[in-house]
């Protein structure tokens, strides 16, 4: 507790979470002795939803790095570690307490990311005697009143158009008003898949090493229930030091080939798991970066390039910052929360037990699991085209799926999480985010990986007893869902392809199917 002396101190208090540990933020540019900030490691964030181990252990290194930081231009901090912080009720006693005990007179905080938190911090506002204030966190190109602007609530809104107007408002890649090279979109470029000569020049992943084993021994402490590989070392950014340095290798190292194999699988060599991908989501999402300076950093690595760099690689990076980041921010702040209840589907099942050890003979699910199980992460074609093809394919319920992939990743909040999973990975908003479901066989994971080679079961197969569970479940799902699909023009061709097999041959993939489905924990 303070001393006497301490309860004049501090007329201010402002709260800084987990995922806003931005050093440029106006909130730092002055020093004053009357404010005080909060850091706090809170067990309602490692609770509510079970984390693999790495991201907490990365959220919380990257908090005591912040504090350090921002101490060292003289701001005053309280910082509570979760032995100290789980003393309190929930988060409203943590507040009051702090408050009362420096005599408080003005609690302020930045706008939170996540609706659960909004809702928390709202309903502390609006019960406090004392004045309560929410500023932005001046890390995202769009403003949060500005989001309606640009997305409709409960209806689709197309990504591209999207895209287009941010690229035009932010002057991104752009010749006047019209796109650098005279395309929007150079997507139809980057679907290479690596052959064996392109395994051999992967660039090794840049990797911190981070001790974080003070902070496992608090979790195991404390009780806190986390699944997935522990590691004292941590190889994520975990200050803003470290996120610039890995800026800096990917678009040095990096981003010459990254839309050429953004979509590109590999089990086949040591760095297959990173390939061209930046990883610097979590830097990101915590706002160690902004995505300005990402997407200046990339687009100056293009123009210094003298040609080494092409233009569809540097537009296919700032198309997933400027485009798809900053789309489904949208998408998940006009529509929660009803966003959170979408299961336009009806899906149901469970989420198989391979999904928590990585146990399966599908040598593509045990490939993109265990990696995302071992190192917190998978990229996002194994997210959409692997575990979120399967989960929709065999029907997972989608909370289950949302809590998984929320859970999984280093890089998961809760406003980029859901759209991405409930939204283009599991069609459960009904078609807001997707004009239709990313659903597919096994010839999509064979085309686009050397997953298939090494394979219990056989990709070519729809209804032998070794044939890949993804075509007869691909089949079984589009039948399931004739009625809402058929009239659908990017997909509608499926059905006349599956009219046109024999009857016997419908039936036995159909029922080879339904065995999976009844044998979905043993695949």
């Known amino acids: ?41 809170l067990r309602q964030e490692t609770d509510y939803v079970r984390h693999h181990v790495q991201k907490v252990c990365a959220f919380f290194a990257a908090m005591a790095e912040f504090v350090r930081e921002i101490r060292g231009l003289g701001h005053e901090v309280k910082y509570l570690k979760l032995d100290e912080s789980s003393k309190y009720k929930d988060l409203a006693d943590l507040f009051k307490v702090v408050c009362d005990s420096y005599a408080v007179e003005i609690f302020e905080y930045q706008a939170p990311d996540e609706y659960r ?64 090279g005279g395309k929007w979109n150079y997507d139809a ?4 898949r690596l052959q064996p000569q392109d395994l051999e020049r992967i660039p090794e992943p840049l990797l911190f090493d981070n001790d974080v084993g003070a902070i496992l021994e608090r979790l195991d402490r404390q009780g806190v229930d986390y699944f997935g590989k522990a590691a ?22 990096c981003l010459p080939h990254f839309g050429r194999f953004q979509d590109a699988m590999t089990s086949g060599r040591e760095h297959g798991w990173s390939l061209y991908h930046s990883r610097l989501s979590f830097a990101l999402n915590c706002k160690l970066l902004s995505p300005a300076e990402v ?21 296919g990076f700032v198309r997933q910052i400027a485009g798809w980041r900053e789309y489904v921010r949208a998408v998940y702040w006009v529509n929660m929360p009803d966003y959170a209840a979408r299961n336009q589907l009806q899906a149901g099942r469970d989420l198989p037990g391979y999904f928590w050890d990585g146990r399966t003979r599908m040598n593509c699910l045990h490939h993109a699991l265990g990696q995302s199980l071992e190192h917190a992460y998978a990229h996002h074609i194994q997210r959409l085209m692997i575990t979120g093809n399967f989960c929709l394919l065999a029907g997972i319920e989608p909370e289950q799926a949302d809590a998984w992939y929320l859970g999984v990743y ?17 069609f459960a908003d009904g078609g807001w985010v ?28 729809k209804s032998s007893s070794d ?57």
Not at 414 to 421: A, F, K, L, R, Y
Not at 438 to 444: I, L, Q, T
């Open 434 to 461: 997707a004009t239709k479901p990313y659903s597919a066989g096994a010839n999509y994971i064979n085309k686009m990986s050397d997953y298939c080679r090494h394979c219990a079961y056989d990709y070519r197969q």
């Open 467 to 523: 044939a890949c569970p993804f075509n007869s479940l691909y089949w079984d799902f589009m039948i399931r869902h004739r009625g809402r699909f058929e009239a659908n023009p990017r997909i509608g061709m499926i059905y006349r392809s599956w009219d046109r097999q024999a009857g016997e041959q419908r039936e036995a993939a159909l029922a080879r199917a339904q065995w999976c489905l009844q044998h979905l924990d043993e695949l």
């Open 1 to 41: 507790m303070p001393s006497a002396n301490d309860l004049t101190r501090h007329h201010t208090l402002r709260l800084v979470l987990g995922d806003q540990l931005n050093p440029r933020h106006t909130w730092f540019e002055t020093v004053d002795s009357g404010i005080l900030y909060l850091v706090a490691e």
């Open 410 to 426: 280093i890089d998961a909040i809760e406003w980029v999480e859901m759209p991405n999973t409930r939204g283009m990975s599991q």
């Open 232 to 253: 004292e070392s941590l190889f994520w950014p975990i200050t803003r030091a470290q996120g610039l340095e890995l800026l800096a290798h990917f678009c040095a190292a």
């Open 295 to 315: 997407i200046d950093a990339a687009i100056e690595s293009y123009r210094d390039a003298g040609g080494e760099i092409s233009l569809a690689q540097v537009e």
């Open 117 to 180: 938190l909004q809702q928390q911090l709202g309903n502390f506002g609006a019960a406090a005697s004392i004045e309560v204030r929410e500023c932005g966190s001046e890390h995202f190109l769009l403003r949060r009143e500005e989001l309606g602007d640009y997305i409709e609530p409960a209806r689709h809104n197309r990504m591209e158009t999207f895209y287009r107007k941010m690229r035009g408002r932010f002057d991104l890649l752009m010749d006047g008003d019209q796109p650098l």
């Open 189 to 192: 470029e980057n679907r290479h």
